[in-house]
């Protein structure tokens, strides 16, 4: 009688813990989307109204691109953070006014956390490093990809394009054309995904 009463003892705590698990993670998964990118969507307003999730996202781009040293790294030569690659061009109008704002989101944001990957299409890298000395963004790194292989990759249409991913090199979700990167909407979208993913 003792061992019956014992044995049910146990499992009654067992499924105790069991429920409890339950709603700790079906409450985990409404507070933060359950690790899914689509939970940033209700961050997608204001200025950061064209900022689409990723339902089914290609492939985080495997090829190299150059530093301002010229050493060839890759976008996996950056996991462990959350990184929002920027590919532009000195010769693309609206990159050019976005670039400030960019400078200012990697001035606020940048850590261990977050980084800015602000990717030049130009076809000397020399172009770039002159507009990011002229107009002082001396908190963006030069990252250049001259046969634009890596936007290619990524799926870019036109230019400018902003591609946020996860600490594991998931895209989360993706940006066509300029946006204020330095606006109240776009820091609490880059925080949220920051604090989350």
Same mark, same amino acid.
């Given at each position: !009688? =003792?061992?019956? @009463?014992?044995?049910?003892?146990?499992?009654?705590?067992? !499924?105790?813990?069991?429920?409890?698990?339950?709603?700790?993670?079906?409450?985990?998964? /409404?507070?933060?989307?359950?690790?899914?990118? @689509?939970?940033?969507?209700?961050?997608?307003?204001?200025? !950061?109204?064209? $900022?689409?999730?990723?339902? &089914?996202?290609?492939?985080?781009?495997?090829?190299?691109?150059?530093?301002?040293? =010229?050493?060839?790294?890759?976008?996996?030569?950056?996991?462990?953070?959350?990184?929002?690659? &920027? $590919?532009?061009?000195?010769?693309?109008?609206?990159?050019?006014?976005? !670039?400030?704002?960019?400078?200012?989101? @990697?001035?606020?944001?940048?850590? %261990?956390?977050?980084?800015?990957?602000?990717?030049?299409?130009? =076809? =000397?890298?020399?172009?770039?490093?002159?507009?990011?000395?002229?107009?002082?963004? &001396?908190?963006?790194?030069?990252? $250049?990809?001259? &046969?634009?292989?890596?936007? $290619?990759? /990524?799926?870019?249409?036109?230019?400018?394009?902003?591609?946020?991913? %996860?600490?594991?090199?998931?895209?989360?979700?993706?940006?066509?054309?300029?946006?204020?990167?330095?606006? %109240?909407?776009?820091?609490?979208?880059? @925080?949220?995904?920051?604090?989350?993913?």
């Amino acid at each position: !009688m =003792r061992k019956l @009463q014992l044995k049910l003892s146990h499992a009654i705590i067992a !499924m105790a813990l069991i429920g409890t698990g339950a709603v700790v993670w079906t409450v985990g998964a /409404a507070l933060f989307g359950g690790g899914q990118p @689509q939970a940033l969507s209700t961050f997608a307003v204001g200025e !950061m109204s064209r $900022f689409r999730s990723a339902d &089914n996202p290609p492939a985080q781009p495997r090829g190299p691109i150059l530093t301002a040293e =010229r050493q060839e790294i890759t976008l996996a030569d950056r996991r462990g953070k959350v990184i929002l690659v &920027n $590919f532009w061009a000195t010769w693309c109008a609206p990159c050019v006014v976005e !670039m400030p704002a960019l400078n200012r989101l @990697q001035a606020q944001l940048g850590s %261990d956390a977050f980084e800015v990957v602000a990717v030049s299409m130009d =076809r =000397r890298m020399e172009d770039a490093q002159d507009f990011l000395a002229e107009h002082e963004l &001396n908190h963006l790194a030069l990252y $250049f990809d001259p &046969n634009m292989n890596m936007a $290619f990759a /990524a799926g870019a249409r036109g230019l400018p394009l902003s591609v946020l991913y %996860d600490r594991y090199g998931r895209e989360i979700g993706r940006l066509d054309g300029d946006a204020d990167w330095a606006s %109240d909407e776009a820091l609490t979208l880059i @925080q949220t995904a920051i604090d989350r993913y």
